[in-house]
Each structure stands twice: as C-alpha cells, then as structure tokens.
C-alpha cells in the first residue's frame, strides 16, 4: 500500500516557527490524520531565512498586484516567498493534499487581510502569497485550512479528495484507457453525490477518448477534483443511497429492505447521519458480495477509524 503525503505549514505540527515564535497546533492533523499519512512540513517565511520570532508580514494591494511587505522595515519579500514556492516543488511533486494554516500572508488560502497602505484599512479578501502559488501549480491538488478542518462536511470533504488524489497517483505511469476506465467507474457513485453532470460528461469522454494524453489526463483530473470539493448534498447522498439499495433488491427480506428503506429516508430528513444507511449497506454487501459494489470508493472513501461521516 502507497504512502500517502500531505503537505501542510510547519506550525500546524506543533513547530515553533510563527512570527511570535509560537505554533497553532492541529490536534485532528496530528493525532487523528497523522495515523495514516506522512506529512511533509514547511514554513516559507523559514524557509526565505526569516528569522523566529520575527517581524510580521502583511499583504497590501500596491499598483504592481498584491505584495508581501515587513511593514516594519518596508521590505516586499513577495518574489523571496514566490521562488521559494518554486523550490519546493522537489518536496511536493508526490503529495497528496495540502495543509494551511489559516489567515497567514503567505499560507493563507482565503479571507487573508490584505491592506491599503495609504489608510491601513484592510479587507479580508486575499490569498497568501505561497498558497496561490500551490493554486497556480498544482491545480487538482486539495487544499484546506486548518480552520476550517473545524467543520464536520468540510473536513470529510478534504479528506476524502486526499485519497481519491492518491488513488489517481498511484496508477501507472503511463495510463492505459483500461487504466482510466476502472478509475472513473470506481468514482461513480462518489461523483454522483457531488455533481451528476460532470460524471456523465466524463463519462463521454472517458468513452470517445482513444488516445491517453497528458493534455486529457490533466483535464480530467483537474475536473474530478473540481467536481469533489463541491459539498455532496443531502438529496444527491440520498439518490447514490437509493441507487445501491437496488442492487440488493432481489436479495433482502421485506423486513430487511423495509429497514433500509426507513434508513434512508431517516438521513433524509435529518434524522440519522449518513453513516447510518452506510453501516446497514456495507453490512449487506458482506452478505450478499458484488463486485461493482465493492470496488465503489463512496462506500469506503477513507479509513473508517477516521469517524468523518459520524456528523454527516
């Protein structure tokens, strides 16, 4: 089984290396993610040679686009953390997601302060300066803050389009159409609670496609990836539910699909979270085997000891 990498700010692991010579540890990182993956840790303000603790950064909208300034000394250190961001790539090029730390200049995802420097007043619309770059460069690649790991959907949602991202790593180097068939039907189901349209979209062009490309490959990732960090709703999680409950429908007794069935329209209505028609499912397909069924990444997306869809 593959190592799977993730990126993610240093002081997210606990390291000492923010500006006041602190760090904003992650506790689901750390203690709950860690067990099944290895992070790989940076801090660019560290690794452009600043020091800890240190003067801040902030970002401000000047004529030449939005710079990185150390308001105390004026210098723009906007190129420093850019290349540095173009150094890294030797320690990203097999991660599998990316971790930020939230409201930084350089690895804040969204929201960042960015600054007016004739009146000092700041609007919290900007991206950090070395989190665009990972945008720029690697535009299939999940990215998520740590604050907002908080939310429950948000959480599940980054975690599990880290190991859709490492399944898609770890197929051959050169990607047969068998290759990519397996691959796309094995999303089914999980596309299919995300957005319907781009599976059969996909679908298309997995079947027209006669010749693998980097150029299709790439734009087939990227739309993957799109498409899954889009928050799957509580209607679609119902339709993929209802969609497998069919495949048992010739095996099960009435009471049993009676119970699925209550099952399912109980998380409907906000009743019960996913995991309950889920557990009930896997259960049945221990029971009855499918092979389709089983190979489908929606009913096993992740490690189950993960508990991500307890408050789905």
């Known amino acids: 089984m593959q190592t799977i990498k993730v990126g993610i700010s240093a002081c997210l692991l606990g390291d000492e290396?923010?500006?006041?010579g602190g760090h904003k540890r992650s506790a689901f990182c750390t203690d709950e993610?860690?067990?099944h993956v290895e992070f790989v840790k940076l801090c660019p303000e560290v690794g452009i040679g600043m020091s800890v603790p240190r003067?801040?950064?902030?970002?401000?909208q000047r004529e030449n686009g939005v710079r990185a300034i150390v308001p105390k000394t004026g210098e723009d250190v906007t190129q420093r953390l850019e290349d540095f961001a173009a150094r890294a790539q030797g320690h990203l090029t097999q991660i599998s997601g990316y971790v930020l730390c939230a409201k930084s200049p350089s690895c804040g995802m969204e929201r960042v302060k960015l600054y007016n420097p004739e009146n000092g007043h700041a609007r919290k619309e900007a991206t950090g300066i070395f989190a665009a770059q990972l945008q720029q460069r690697y535009p299939a690649l999940p990215l998520e803050e740590d604050g907002r790991l908080n939310d429950p959907m948000l959480r599940e949602n980054f975690v599990m389009r880290v190991f859709v991202y490492a399944a898609w790593q770890?197929?051959?180097e050169r990607i047969s159409k068998a290759d990519l068939l397996a691959f796309h039907t094995s999303l089914k189901l999980l596309l299919l609670a995300h957005n319907q349209q781009v599976y059969r979209d996909l679908g298309r062009q997995v079947?027209?496609?006669?010749?693998m490309t980097d150029e299709f490959l790439k734009s087939y990732i990227e739309t993957v990836m799109d498409a899954l960090a889009e928050p799957a709703t509580r209607a679609n999680h119902t339709n993929v539910l209802q969609h497998i409950q069919g495949y048992f429908k010739a095996t099960l007794s009435e009471d049993q699909r009676a119970e699925l069935?209550?099952?399912i329209l109980s998380y409907r209505q906000g009743i019960e979270?996913?995991?309950v028609p889920l557990t009930l499912l896997r259960h049945y397909l221990r029971e009855f085997p499918n092979d389709y069924l089983a190979g489908q990444r929606y009913l096993n997306p992740y490690p189950k000891d993960l508990?991500?869809?307890y408050g789905l």
């Open 17 to 20: 290396v923010r500006f006041d």
């Open 33 to 35: 993610l860690g067990r």
């Open 55 to 60: 003067p801040t950064i902030r970002l401000e």
């Open 170 to 172: 770890g197929l051959p």
């Open 207 to 211: 079947a027209q496609q006669q010749e």
């Open 261 to 263: 069935t209550e099952a």
């Open 273 to 275: 979270p996913l995991l």
């Open 307 to 309: 508990k991500l869809r």
